[in-house]
T-cell receptor
Framework: AQSVTQLDSQVPVFEEAPVELRCNYS??????LFWYVQYPNQGLQLLLK??????LVKGINGFEAEFNKSQTSFHLRKPSVHISDTAEYFC?????????????FGTGTRLLVSP | EPEVTQTPSHQVTQMGQEVILRCVPI?????FYWYRQILGQKVEFLVS????????KSEIFDDQFSVERPDGSNFTLKIRSTKLEDSAMYFC???????????FGPGTRLTVT
């Protein structure tokens, strides 16, 4: 079984500052990794994904994440945040096996960007 | 761009009543999922559906829950006799193939009173 830990429930940051949202996972098998964003009163939107290949993954809205297998981490970064990045961010994993690859989510990190 | 749609956006029901939540996945997608998010908590997997049958379900998905793809376009989640603890946001998701990401709908907020 997989599990995902997002240690930071809330990350306050000033506009134009860099930000890192942390995600660690646990799994006995190889996994796919995802970051989803949820804006207030909206559904989940895919930011980026790691399936294979380069460990540095670029996504939408200037976000990127790095897969670190030895540390079982997939931290999300943005060099300069905007007010509009204020949202809830969810890290998720699914296994590479023969199952139908349900997503296992972390508890989420609320990013609060202030002027 | 194609998207997953869900209706209604908000449903209020009394405890013990049956509810049906509706989803229209993206048209060429083959794998379908339901998740729920209780207020303030993480998103939890309920069930996956492929080739007109349930492929996996969680412990949450007990006998009170059922899913159906009645007409090749809709994908429904039925809760037979709702409980207060069923109050949550329910998300439908779909994907075109195993090696692809899931696309989520905007969710249905279910309030059980």
């Amino acid at each position: 079984a997989q599990s995902v830990t997002q240690l930071d429930s809330q990350v306050p940051v000033f506009e134009e500052a860099p930000v890192e949202l942390r995600c660690n996972y646990s799994s006995s098998v190889s996994v796919y990794l995802f970051w989803y964003v949820q804006y207030p009163n909206q559904g989940l939107q895919l930011l980026l994904k790691y399936l294979s290949g380069s460990t540095l993954v670029k996504g939408i809205n200037g976000f990127e994440a790095e897969f670190n297998k030895s540390q079982t981490s997939f931290h999300l970064r943005k060099p300069s945040v905007h007010i509009s990045d204020t949202a809830e961010y969810f890290c998720a994993v699914s296994d590479l096996g023969t199952g139908f690859q349900k997503l296992v989510f972390g508890t989420g990190t609320r990013l609060l960007v202030s002027p | 761009e194609p998207e997953v749609t869900q209706t209604p956006s908000h449903q209020v029901t009394q405890m013990g009543q049956e509810v049906i939540l509706r989803c229209v996945p993206i048209s060429n997608h083959l794998y379908f999922y339901w998740y729920r998010q209780i207020l303030g908590q993480k998103v939890e997997f309920l069930v996956s559906f492929y080739n007109n049958e349930i492929s996996e379900k969680s412990e949450i998905f007990d006998d009170q829950f059922s899913v159906e793809r009645p007409d090749g376009s809709n994908f429904t989640l039925k809760i037979r006799s709702t409980k207060l603890e069923d109050s949550a946001m329910y998300f439908c998701a779909s994907k075109v193939g195993l090696l692809y990401e899931q696309y989520f709908g905007p969710g249905t907020r279910l309030t059980v009173t």
